[in-house]
């Protein structure tokens, strides 16, 4: 699997800041921290593989406010750059249930480009790695680890429901017990500070 090393992975995401700055930086940090804390322990996955995934997930938003298109802009962004490996979370971590249906903000795609969305998704087998950023990117708020629960609803308060939304939440806390299986315990063991900044 060829990933930027955290070097590079931070330059990138310093230059994504200067272009556009905001929350969602912090934000990339507590995933990519996330990651790596689960990986760590999960007999099956590579702890630095995963802290890049996490914290360049989101490296579509160095193009501007954005929705959709984030994660065409971030695939399109580490392709370019030669880490298809990486490039695939971009998308992924948007798309839980496979359908851009589900999807809750503005679609602002050309026709050409939900075209190769849907292609996209449809046409790959997700993976551990693929489960995993969908599940830390939904425990990261800018200010650090926090319950799913919390998260959820800070989202579904910024950009709206969908008729999805209810399977999707589902589907993330199944994905939860399976890694928890894995581990052993509870995700949350492994995130510090989880009760204070879901409750602060």
């Given at each position: 699997m060829t990933i930027p090393n955290r070097d590079t992975a931070a330059m990138f995401l310093l230059e994504a800041e200067r272009l556009n700055p905001g929350n969602w930086v912090a934000h990339s940090l507590v995933t990519a921290q996330a990651a790596e804390a689960i990986a760590k322990v999960h007999p099956d996955l590579d702890?630095?593989?995963?802290?890049?995934?996490?914290?360049?997930?989101?490296i579509g938003r160095r193009a501007g406010i954005t929705y959709m298109r984030h994660s065409l802009d971030g695939y399109h962004f580490l392709q370019q750059h030669g880490y298809d490996d990486i490039a695939r979370i971009c998308i992924t971590h948007t798309f839980w249930l496979k359908d851009l249906n589900e999807y809750s903000g503005k679609r602002d795609c050309s026709a050409e480009e939900i075209q190769f969305l849907e292609s996209y998704i449809t046409s790959i087998e997700y993976n551990e790695y693929d489960w995993l950023i969908q599940l830390c990117d939904c425990l990261a708020l800018p200010t650090g680890f926090c319950l799913l629960e919390k998260r959820l609803v800070d989202a579904a308060l910024r950009y709206g429901t969908t008729k999805y939304t209810a399977i999707k939440w589902k589907l993330l806390f199944e994905i939860k017990a399976k890694f928890e299986q894995k581990i052993g315990r509870s995700i949350y063991d492994l995130l510090p500070g989880v009760r204070e900044n879901t409750f602060s």
């Amino acid at each position: 699997m060829t990933i930027p090393n955290r070097d590079t992975a931070a330059m990138f995401l310093l230059e994504a800041e200067r272009l556009n700055p905001g929350n969602w930086v912090a934000h990339s940090l507590v995933t990519a921290q996330a990651a790596e804390a689960i990986a760590k322990v999960h007999p099956d996955l590579d702890s630095e593989v995963a802290y890049v995934m996490g914290y360049l997930h989101d490296i579509g938003r160095r193009a501007g406010i954005t929705y959709m298109r984030h994660s065409l802009d971030g695939y399109h962004f580490l392709q370019q750059h030669g880490y298809d490996d990486i490039a695939r979370i971009c998308i992924t971590h948007t798309f839980w249930l496979k359908d851009l249906n589900e999807y809750s903000g503005k679609r602002d795609c050309s026709a050409e480009e939900i075209q190769f969305l849907e292609s996209y998704i449809t046409s790959i087998e997700y993976n551990e790695y693929d489960w995993l950023i969908q599940l830390c990117d939904c425990l990261a708020l800018p200010t650090g680890f926090c319950l799913l629960e919390k998260r959820l609803v800070d989202a579904a308060l910024r950009y709206g429901t969908t008729k999805y939304t209810a399977i999707k939440w589902k589907l993330l806390f199944e994905i939860k017990a399976k890694f928890e299986q894995k581990i052993g315990r509870s995700i949350y063991d492994l995130l510090p500070g989880v009760r204070e900044n879901t409750f602060s």
